[in-house]
Structure formats: C-alpha cells, structure tokens
C-alpha cells in the first residue's frame, strides 16, 4: 500500500481558497489514480475530483466544477487540490485517496475502487 499524507487544511472565509497536498510514499507514484473524497459532519463520504495517470483525464463533482482543481506532480509523488472561491458547504474532512490503474486514462469515482486511503484534513469554511 501507498503511504498517504494530507496538509493545506484549515479555517478560511467564505470566497477564499485552499490548496490541499497529498504526498504519497511506498508505491510507483506514477502507476496510480488519484482521487479526493470529503466528509461532512453527519453525511456519508462523498467524491470530489478523481485525477488519471496521465493527468489527461479528470472529473469533478458537479457542486465544485469550476470551482476545484485536482492536479498531480509526478517529480514531487504529490497530488493537490486546489480550492477556490469556498462555501460553507464544503466545510468537511478532506481525503486524499489512491489505486494502482492498468489504463492510462482511466478514472475512479467510487470509494470501492481506491485501495489506499490517507487520515484526512479538516476543511472549515467560515466567516
């Protein structure tokens, strides 16, 4: 399994932005989907952005399209989510997730299909 470690969580105002990091450790980087789930107190976990191992395919979420980025850095075995113009109903625990892909564009949009899971990093979006 891939060691997953999230950071860039936090308390920001309504508007602002955040860059969530995930670094991974332990597996071939570059062999692996990537995804960003989050947790909101009382909800079930849900799916954000889901990224390929290319990087040419990725897909969001229809409440944070436009407004998320998911991106990878092969060099830095990193994976970011960039998050932008923030509402309060992102407020939630933000997990970073990822799982060995055969296919190159391939893309994961389940929790089922991720086998490596880091702790998560609390987003608080407030004012």
């Known amino acids: 399994q891939a060691q997953l470690v999230e950071s860039g969580g936090g308390l920001v105002q309504p508007g602002g932005s955040l860059r969530l990091s995930c670094a991974a450790s332990?597996?071939?980087?570059?062999?692996?989907?990537w995804g960003w789930f989050r947790q909101a107190p009382g909800m079930e976990r849900e799916f954000v952005a889901a990224i390929s191992r290319t990087a040419a395919s990725t897909y969001y979420q229809e409440s944070v399209r436009g407004r998320f980025t998911i991106s990878r850095d092969n060099a830095k075995n990193t994976v970011y989510l960039q998050m932008n113009r923030l509402k309060p109903e992102d407020t939630a625990v933000y997990y970073c997730?990822?799982?060995?892909?055969?296919?190159?564009?391939?893309?994961?949009?389940?929790?089922?299909?991720?086998?490596?899971w880091g702790q998560g990093t609390q987003v608080t979006v407030s004012s």
């Open positions: 997730a990822g799982s060995y892909s055969y296919y190159s564009n391939d893309l994961f949009l389940t929790e089922s299909r991720y086998t490596d």
């Open positions: 332990g597996r071939t980087f570059t062999e692996y989907n």
